[in-house]
């Protein structure tokens, strides 16, 4: 059964195009790894620092071979310091 990811991420001030710029570069390499459906990167219109990912994987064991990617530690390094908050759901669709 597919599994959708929600994940939230919130800059710390100052580092929004930062944040924005790193989370773009998971995108197509991202979108390339087997097992990734949707991969969809979205910022809040009214807040530039809100970023929350949308995801769907054909299942669990592929999105954590993604969570264990290179190119998210790569992002993780980038990024440490700029990120005040972070929230991940792992979600089923119920119809």
Same mark, same amino acid.
């Not at 195009?17 to 009214?46: F, M, Q, W």
């Not at 530039?48 to 992002?75: C, I, K, S, V």
């Given at each position: 059964?597919?599994?959708?990811?929600?994940?939230?991420?919130?800059?710390?001030?100052?580092?929004?195009?930062?944040? +924005?710029?790193?989370?773009?570069?998971?995108?197509?390499?991202?979108r390339a790894e087997?097992?990734?459906?949707?991969? /969809?990167?979205? +910022? /809040?219109?009214?807040?530039?620092?809100?970023?929350?990912?949308?995801?769907?994987?054909?299942? +669990?064991?592929?999105?954590? /071979?993604?969570?264990?990617?290179?190119?998210?530690?790569?992002?993780?390094?980038?990024?440490?310091?700029?990120?005040?908050?972070?929230s991940l759901n792992?979600?089923?669709?119920?119809?």
């Amino acid at each position: 059964m597919p599994l959708t990811i929600l994940a939230q991420i919130t800059a710390k001030p100052g580092h929004e195009d930062l944040l +924005r710029s790193e989370l773009e570069k998971l995108v197509p390499v991202t979108r390339a790894e087997a097992g990734c459906i949707r991969y /969809d990167l979205h +910022r /809040d219109n009214e807040n530039p620092g809100f970023f929350a990912f949308y995801e769907t994987w054909e299942n +669990r064991e592929l999105w954590q /071979d993604h969570m264990n990617a290179p190119h998210l530690a790569a992002y993780m390094e980038a990024t440490e310091g700029a990120v005040a908050e972070f929230s991940l759901n792992e979600m089923t669709q119920t119809l």
